[in-house]
């Protein structure tokens, strides 16, 4: 019987790359395996349109009726013998695959102290966990938010726009720690200008509640009452059943830059899980969360996966990011989190992009309510211009916003 | 020709399509998106491209 193609995860990278193989001429077998029981979704508006009522769980579903796949949904992959090139799940049922794509995502990383036997704690990363969410807020609740990262201060805002009693806790000086410190300062005005209470530069000591949370007692000695807490300390990502692969798993699964895993070319990598080398990181490995990128890296691994050998091309994409809070659309590209200082090349008032410099080259930009603008940058990227040179041309460009 | 549609009630301006294929889209001042509603069929790659590059899957194209 002829091995299927085996996908393993069925959310964004996993469906685009399930596409591209189609796309690529595969007629034979295609298996999609997931961990949770939905078909893929797209999960931006869990923190967003789905958190305040604006969309609901079927407005996120991700279109893929007409694949010609066969779909394991709710079936978590326990192990994968590539000797065998099989994939083990839970039960010790074996799936022989003859190429397999490791997309199975990150999850939301738990609150690392001891374990909390306290309603009311929340983490957003499923649908399941956004509509948890979405009924306690609807108690109005005092909320508090520990952690100001994407999640966190999107859950912020939203929680604002329900009228609700926000806090803001972490033990950075700024929230939105991706912007680096100037840009998250900006943050924070926009957060205190809507009246969230941020705790910064302050760590949460404990818990406390009889049953239920009713606070949370911070280092610097305060205590912030709150009957919901969301711990949005990031994501980690899956790949612990890969333990004792062979497979490299640091900072992700270690993949050549076509996104082949190293030390076995017939697995593929797309997604939170995908570490590679990025030429705007000088080659060093990179893995990065954003929903584009598992976008994009999903369809180029299923390329990969059905194209001979030698037409195998890397993936050298510049990122793209975003986050909704409030009225501002804050837009990044490039990579941010190189970046040492940023600098403002355009502005108009509320609307600006920075540039992110590291070495005197340009390696990231972030636009604040600036979309117009940012397919510049983001092609102009790729070769890390010098910063000067970059000025140059935005201030000589009709259409940029008025030069800072 | 292919038919292109957006749903100005879902796009949020994002600009992938406009990057991915910017024969067809195009943010204008105000970061609003515009678009040709009707391409020459040798585009509808690149428009099913932006359709699947958009996060808000406001794009959808015919025949």
Same mark, same amino acid.
């Given at each position: ?404 | ?11 949020? $301006?994002?600009? /992938?399509? @406009?990057?991915? #294929? ?9 970061? &609003? ?8 069929? $040798?585009?509808? /790659?690149? @428009?099913?491209? #932006? ?9 959808? &194209?015919?025949?």
């Amino acid at each position: 019987m002829e091995r299927p193609i085996v996908i393993v995860g069925a959310s964004l990278a996993g469906l685009r790359a399930a596409q591209a193989v189609r796309k690529g001429g595969h007629a034979g077998p295609l298996t999609i395996l997931g961990a949770e029981r939905h078909r893929p979704y797209t999960r931006p508006p869990l923190s967003k349109e789905l958190l305040v009522g604006a969309q609901e769980a079927g407005d996120c579903a991700l279109p893929c009726d007409d694949l010609d796949a066969v779909w394991r949904l709710g079936v978590p992959a326990s192990a994968l013998d590539l000797a065998q090139r099989e994939l083990i799940l839970d039960d010790g049922e074996r799936i022989a695959y003859d190429r397999l794509l490791i997309a199975t995502g990150s999850r939301a990383r738990l609150w690392p102290g001891p374990q909390v036997e306290l309603e009311g704690l929340h983490t957003l990363r499923d649908v399941d966990d956004a509509l948890a969410l979405r009924a306690a807020l609807a108690g109005r609740p005092r909320l508090a938010v520990v952690g100001g990262g994407f999640i966190g201060c999107e859950v912020a805002a939203g929680a604002r726009k329900l009228g609700l009693d926000v806090t803001v806790i972490d033990v950075a000086p700024q929230p939105m720690p991706a912007l680096g410190h100037e840009l998250g300062e900006r943050c924070a005005e926009l957060h205190r200008a809507h009246a969230v209470d941020l705790r910064l530069g302050t760590a949460v000591e404990r818990f406390e509640g009889a049953g239920r949370l009713e606070a949370i007692r911070l280092a610097d000695g305060s205590r912030v009452e709150a009957d919901v807490a969301v711990i949005a300390l990031g994501a980690v990502p899956n790949t612990d059943w890969l333990a004792g692969s062979g497979l490299g798993l640091e900072p992700g699964v270690v993949c050549h830059a076509t996104l082949q895993a190293r030390g076995a070319d017939e697995v593929f990598c797309a997604g939170d899980v995908a570490a590679w080398p990025h030429p705007m990181a000088d080659g060093e490995l990179v893995r990065i969360e954003h929903w584009t990128t598992a976008a994009e890296q999903g369809t180029a691994a299923g390329r990969n996966m059905v194209a001979a050998p030698a037409d195998r091309v890397p993936y050298a994409a510049v990122p793209y990011f975003w986050s909704d809070q409030y009225d501002v659309k804050i837009q990044a590209v490039g990579l941010m989190t190189r970046a040492e200082r940023t600098e403002v090349l355009e502005s108009d008032g509320s609307r600006f992009v920075a540039a992110g410099v590291r070495d005197g080259r340009v390696v990231a930009a972030v636009g604040f309510n600036a979309a117009r603008r940012l397919a510049f940058y983001r092609r102009r990227l790729a070769g890390m211009p010098p910063l000067e040179e970059l000025a140059a041309e935005v201030a000589a460009d009709v259409k940029a916003l008025v030069a800072a | 020709m292919t038919k292109v549609h957006v749903d100005m009630n879902l796009c949020q $301006s994002h600009g /992938e399509c @406009a990057y991915v #294929a910017p024969e067809i889209f195009e943010l204008g001042d105000d970061d &609003v998106l515009q678009w040709k509603p009707e391409v020459d069929p $040798s585009l509808r /790659e690149k @428009a099913e491209e #932006a359709a699947d590059a958009c996060p808000m899957q406001a794009i959808r &194209v015919e025949d």
